[in-house]
């Protein structure tokens, strides 16, 4: 079925979820719930949260109403604008991520991308973004800075990696951001604070939004006294070179 005027094409909405186990309308507006129980077509990263996300956030909402597509790092790129036929009929699709906003840092990207390129209106809601509530409680740069992602894993890549940020920072009075996988988050803070200058800054904004968030920017002469437990826990890294 075609759009028309009297069908027009529906919208995707971006839907942010919680960063942690915190009760919903804590941290997200009621206006999520409204779209929620409003929409039955999904796009999520991964099924079962996302059911989980929905029941808890609506829970009189029928699951059997709800169909789901998923789109991660498995996903067969070909197969996503075939997830996009409900709004090509009118009907409205939810996109959303694991943890916070779909798009940032995050496999959606891709549906947006095909969704803009298909006419369809993308429409995003807000919520918690850990790498923007990270840069907002971090006391560097706001203007100026740049979320570059994982580090290379290979020890000698890494460093340089660093090395090459902390260079940046300076040259161009620049907030540098980017994340590890939990688990190795203690051997990330051990290599912040053997390769990077004392003077140089590290914001380490840890568990945000939840009872155990930890935020904290030093230098890193400050950190090296300092004892932190980040195993783990889901963390943003950034840093400055003043």
């Not at 090509?88 to 906003?101: H, M, V």
């Not at 560097?140 to 940046?168: A, V």
């Amino acid at each position: 079925m075609e759009p028309t005027p009297l069908n027009p094409k529906g919208k995707l909405y971006l839907i942010p979820t919680r960063l942690g186990d915190d009760m919903p309308l804590e941290v997200l507006p009621i206006s999520i719930k409204k779209v929620l129980e409003q929409v039955n077509h999904y796009i999520v990263e991964n099924e079962k949260p996302a059911r989980r996300f929905i029941k808890k956030v609506s829970p009189s909402k029928s699951q059997r109403a709800i169909t789901i597509n998923t789109v991660n790092k498995y996903t067969d790129t070909s197969e996503i604008p075939d997830y996009l036929i409900p709004c090509l009929n009118g009907e409205p699709i939810g996109l959303l991520s694991d943890a916070g906003c779909p798009g940032i840092a995050d496999p959606g990207a891709e549906v947006i991308k095909i969704a803009h390129e298909k006419g369809i209106t993308v429409t995003p809601l807000v919520g918690p973004s850990s790498i923007v509530l990270a840069m907002m409680s971090s006391g560097m740069n706001g203007q100026n800075f740049t979320f570059n992602g994982y580090l290379p894993i290979d020890k000698n890549e890494r460093k340089s990696t660093i090395k090459y940020l902390e260079k940046i920072s300076l040259e161009k009075n620049q907030s540098q951001i980017f994340i590890e996988t939990p688990y190795r988050n203690d051997k990330m803070f051990a290599d912040l604070t053997t390769i990077l200058h004392p003077s140089t800054r590290l914001c380490i904004a840890c568990d945000i939004t939840l009872t155990t968030e930890f935020i904290a920017t030093k230098t890193i002469e400050k950190w090296k006294k300092e004892i932190v437990n980040l195993h783990k826990r889901p963390t943003i890294y950034i840093i400055q070179r003043d």
